[in-house]
T-cell receptor, first 111, second 114 residues
């Protein structure tokens, strides 16, 4: 059974700092990996999707990497802003196109 | 283009009552999914429908039924609600067979069972 772990569970950083969120998964037989953002009381917004054959994806200040063989992904956020405060979820797609989610990292960017 | 929509946004039920959560997508996706989100548990798959006319159980299907009404709509029914079903429910859709297989999520239904 696929298990996805995200570390740390919570993170607080000052504005402007670069930061890295970590995601690990136990079964490397994945189709892709998605990073989502969730604001309090809201739905999920897809940030980046990395295919299993890719090593990284970039969107603006966000960069996600994937090392399938070691079961790891990182989400790098450059020059963090208070508007980046949210919970970040990692999810892997396995057989049947089913997503398995981690429990998330709650990020707070302080002024 | 509304994406994935869900109704209702909020609902309070008493134990034993029934209700149906509605989900619709306008992206011409073939696959649809129902998840529940609980504190400390992450999102877990309840049921999914890989294509119109098919449904399959996910990780936590007990106490739920689903109907894929047509390509656009996928409903989740609680026949006899229990307090353990208090949760936030998310519907999602994707296009299996596309290059990315990305899932898109609705805004969620917040359900409380007393």
């Amino acid at each position: 059974k696929q298990e996805v772990t995200q570390i740390p569970a919570a993170l607080s950083v000052p504005e402007g700092e670069n930061l890295v969120l970590n995601c690990s998964f136990t079964d490397s037989a994945i189709y892709n990996l998605q990073w989502f953002r969730q604001d309090p009381g809201k739905g999920l917004t897809s940030l980046l999707l990395i295919q299993s054959s890719q090593r990284e994806q970039t969107s603006g200040r966000l960069n996600a990497s994937l090392d399938k063989s070691s079961g790891r992904s990182t989400l790098y956020i450059a020059a963090s802003q208070p508007g980046d405060s949210a919970t970040y979820l990692c999810a892997v797609t396995g057989g049947g196109n089913k997503l398995t989610f981690g429990t998330g990292t709650q990020l707070k960017v302080e002024l | 283009n509304a994406g994935v929509t869900q109704t209702p946004k909020f609902q309070v039920l008493k134990t034993g009552q029934s209700m149906t959560l509605q989900c619709a997508q306008d992206m011409n996706h073939n696959s649809m999914y129902w998840y529940r989100q609980d504190p400390g548990m992450g999102l877990r798959l309840i049921y999914y429908s890989a294509s119109e006319g098919t449904t399959d159980k996910g990780e936590v299907p007990n106490g739920y039924n689903v109907s894929r009404l047509n390509k656009r709509e996928f409903s989740l029914r609680l026949e006899s609600a229990a307090p353990s079903q208090t949760s936030v429910y998310f519907c999602a859709s994707s296009l299996i067979g596309s290059s990315y297989n990305e899932q898109f999520f609705g805004p969620g239904t917040r359900l409380t069972v007393l």
